[in-house]
Nanobody, 124 residues
């Protein structure tokens, strides 16, 4: 079983920044890709960013490209999401997630382990 614990959410003004972090345990962290996804009330979870096992490859949703950066530190089993130039439409519950397999994926259905989520609210 994999445990994921997020931190770093909060309230920020438009144009501000936040850094989310996620600590993983329960399987060999460095063997697997990781991802961040988000959800707003009444909507399905949507892909935000993913990173491969070594941190050398990343993928982003078009809506966050150029503003968000995902990175990981395998030595401490942590994946982070640096969010800059935040917009009100970024307001959501953000989840750290791990897929079933080792490769990156943008499909929310491929993620089988989820954290509890951390709320990000961007005020206009």
């Amino acid at each position: 079983q994999v445990q994921l614990v997020e931190s770093g959410g909060g309230l920020v003004q438009t144009g501000g920044s936040l850094r989310l972090s996620c600590v993983a345990s329960g399987r060999t962290f460095s063997n697997y890709a990781m991802g961040w996804l988000r959800q707003t009330p009444g909507k399905e979870r949507e892909f935000v960013a993913s990173i491969n096992w070594s941190g050398t490859s990343t993928d982003y949703a078009d809506s966050v490209k150029g503003r968000f950066t995902i990175d990981r530190n395998n030595a401490v089993s942590t994946v982070s999401l640096q969010m800059n130039s935040l917009k009100p439409e970024d307001t959501a519950l953000y989840f750290c997630a791990a897929p079933r397999t080792t490769y990156m994926t943008t499909n929310p259905n491929d993620y089988i382990y989820w954290g509890q989520g951390t709320q990000v609210t961007v005020s206009s």
